[in-house]
Structures are given as C-alpha cells and as structure tokens.
C-alpha cells in the first residue's frame, strides 16, 4: 500500500493524476475525495433481471451548496467524486468511505471499491446508502471518500480505458450498463 511519499511519487511522475488535487488532501495512506454534483436515485418499481437487461429508471438531481441531497434511511443512490482520476498500468486504486461518515451510516462504495489501471481522466461512480437511522445531507465537495493505491507486481497489458471498459465513456455518474458479463466463462 502507498504511503504518502510513495502518492507524491506517482503524482509527480504522472502514474497517478489526479484533478483537481490539493496536498491538504493527502493522507499517511490516501487521498481524499469529494463528491461531485451529479446525483442518480434509482427509481422503485421493476424487478430488476441482469439476464434480460431489465434495469430500473433513474431520476437526476443535481447537487449545490445551498441545495444538498438529502439522504434518507435505507435509500441507495449513486454518486461521483468532483475528481477526475488517471490510474496507471502499475496502480492498483481502492475506494473506501469516511470514518466519520460511516459512523453517522453512510456506506460509501458498498462493493465496487477496485478502480482498474488504465481508468483515465474520469470520475469514479460512488455507491452511496444510508443505513443509519437519520437523513444524512449531501454537498457538493465534501469530502466523501478516500483513495488507497498499491503497486502490481507488474504493469497490468489489460488497461481498462484502452481495453474496451463498459464504463470507459462515462465522465459524471453513471447507470448500470449489462452485457453477458455474468454468463461467460
């Protein structure tokens, strides 16, 4: 796992961007990240089937200062960090929530948390839910999650972006996207 030094480094020699970035956002072990604006609430009412590509309709909100989304108990929505992130063919990239946060019930990234090497000047898409008893206000530019890399033993020749990743077009938050993923060998 990355140090902060070890993060300077790949900063510096362009394995890892990061934009914007301020070193105040730098940790002993990460880098914070903030939520960016563009909210996607899953719409209730399908049964949701992968094999059919049967998915549910969202709605959009857009997040300001003086207009946060208010998280309820129990709801699931999707989100973005306000950051663009490039990720090199060496990098690893984990995604994990706040302590703080969690400690009011906000589950950031619930399973998704690898970020592939090879994701390029996007944002990353946040899973975002309230499992506390209290509605949890949502800013744009908070600080919402936190970004540990690591080294692979080699660089990886499946780079995600250049590979042909589903999600490789998507620049803000995005839906769901299925192919035959889950009936391949």
């Given at each position: 796992?990355?140090s ?5 480094n ?5 394995e ?5 970035f ?6 002993a ?8 604006p563009?909210?996607l609430k ?6 949701v ?5 049967i998915?549910?309709e ?6 300001e200062?003086?207009k946060p989304?208010?998280l309820?108990?129990q709801e699931?929505i999707l989100g973005?960090t ?8 060496q990098l690893g990239f984990?995604i994990e929530g706040?302590?703080t ?6 589950t ?10 090879g994701?390029?000047?996007?944002t ?8 506390g008893?209290?509605?949890i ?9 936190k970004?540990?890399l690591?080294?692979?033993?080699s ?6 972006d250049a590979?042909?990743g589903?999600y ?9 996207v299925?192919?035959?993923?889950f009936?391949?060998?």
């Amino acid at each position: 796992m990355f140090s902060n030094t070890d993060i300077e480094n790949a900063l510096k020699t362009g394995e890892l961007v990061v934009t914007p970035f301020s070193p105040k956002n730098l940790e002993a072990a990460g880098i914070t990240l903030h939520l960016g604006p563009d909210i996607l609430k899953p719409i209730p009412g399908v049964v949701v089937d992968p094999k059919k590509k049967i998915l549910p309709e969202y709605e959009e909100f857009r997040i300001e200062d003086d207009k946060p989304y208010q998280l309820e108990p129990q709801e699931f929505i999707l989100g973005h960090t306000l950051e663009n992130v490039t990720v090199g063919p060496q990098l690893g990239f984990f995604i994990e929530g706040r302590s703080t946060l969690a400690r009011l019930g906000l589950t950031v990234v619930k399973t998704a948390m690898l970020v592939q090497p090879g994701h390029k000047n996007r944002t990353i898409t946040l899973e975002l839910a309230n499992h506390g008893p209290n509605p949890i206000l949502l800013y744009p530019k908070m600080k919402i999650s936190k970004a540990a890399l690591f080294r692979l033993n080699s660089p990886s020749t499946r780079l995600y972006d250049a590979s042909g990743g589903k999600y490789r077009h998507q620049h803000t938050v995005g839906r769901p996207v299925f192919d035959q993923e889950f009936w391949q060998d």
